[in-house]
């Protein structure tokens, strides 16, 4: 499996002239975890969260998957206004978000709904046992654009919508939240969702220079990106370039840095991890950010 906001950052590898040079895999954010922490992989793209968990880590400088306001790939979907929530159903791929939802709850919204964990691909079935379920990835966007233009504009800044413009089999009004935009309410700093990261002897310089040029190949080929996408998921093309090129930033420049240290410290906070580490570099010879 490989989300649309992933593509651009391995395109020159899928695409260019660096193809074939690297054993890709492609799997759910999570799984791309455990196969670096278990030694199946060297270097892997990993929830942002997951740099904290794992040991020995070092992080490849200047790449990430960020979004500085929203992100529409990662919603909270309700029956309920969120202050009423007592059940939250979370997505297992991506670890990233299930904190940022749980930090959210507790810092944010300041309620403490139960959390369990589901494997799904709407928000329609999953709705059934919980009051809200975290969506990600390419689902949520095309719930988010299928609803675009269907919504209002709720009293806590959330999106309102019908169920059956969001394919949702209920009688309630959905309450449709953007984590990015809410962390950004909360912090008023971007999120990071994902980072480069691998084993410290594994990234090498040419390593470094290696993703940093397939990123670089893939942000210059987003109309590419989008069009193929638009093919294999039915959506328009326009839609997917927009939200690659509006909701999703590839750097860590110095505003994204800090929204990063923040959530890890807020995570550490509310015992999510064992303690705030602060990163550390794959090459510090390359500069620690880069604005756009």
């Known amino acids: 499996m490989q989300y649309l906001n992933t593509a651009p950052l391995v395109y020159g590898f899928t695409h260019g002239v660096l193809r074939d040079k690297y054993d890709l895999s492609f799997t759910v954010p999570s799984q791309c975890a455990d196969d670096l922490r278990d030694g199946r992989a060297d270097v892997a793209i990993i929830p942002a969260i997951e740099f904290q968990r794992i040991d020995d880590l070092v992080v490849l400088s200047d790449l990430a998957i960020a979004a500085k306001r929203r992100v529409r790939s990662l919603l909270i979907v309700s029956r309920k206004p969120i202050a009423e929530v007592q059940s939250v159903a979370l997505d297992r791929s991506s670890r990233s978000t299930q904190a940022l939802t749980r930090i959210l ?144 930033d590839f750097t860590l420049d110095s505003e994204n840095l800090a929204g990063l240290e923040l959530y890890y410290c807020l995570a550490a906070k509310l015992g999510l991890t064992s303690r705030a580490k602060a990163i550390e570099w794959a090459n510090i010879n390359t500069p620690r950010y880069a604005s756009r």
Not at 120 to 149: K, M, N, Q, V, Y
Not at 154 to 165: F, Q, R
Not at 197 to 207: F, H, I, K, L, Q
């Open 105 to 248: 709850c507790a810092e944010h919204w300041q309620i403490k709904p139960a959390f369990f964990e589901a494997t799904f691909d709407s928000a329609a079935t999953i709705l059934e046992r919980a009051d809200a379920a975290l969506l990600i990835g390419d689902p949520a966007l095309r719930l988010a654009i299928s609803i675009a233009g269907n919504a209002t504009l709720g009293a806590n800044g959330e999106l309102m919508c019908s169920p059956g413009k969001a394919g949702i089999n209920a009688t309630e009004t959905l309450h449709v939240y953007d984590v990015v935009q809410e962390w950004r309410r909360l912090t008023g700093l971007p999120a990071v969702l994902a980072v480069w990261a691998g084993r410290r002897e594994s990234v090498t310089r040419e390593v470094v220079a290696d993703f940093a040029a397939s990123k670089e190949y893939g942000v210059s080929h987003l109309a590419q990106i989008s069009a193929a996408a638009s093919l294999e998921q039915d959506l328009p093309a326009p839609d997917l370039l927009n939200y690659l090129q509006e909701n999703i």
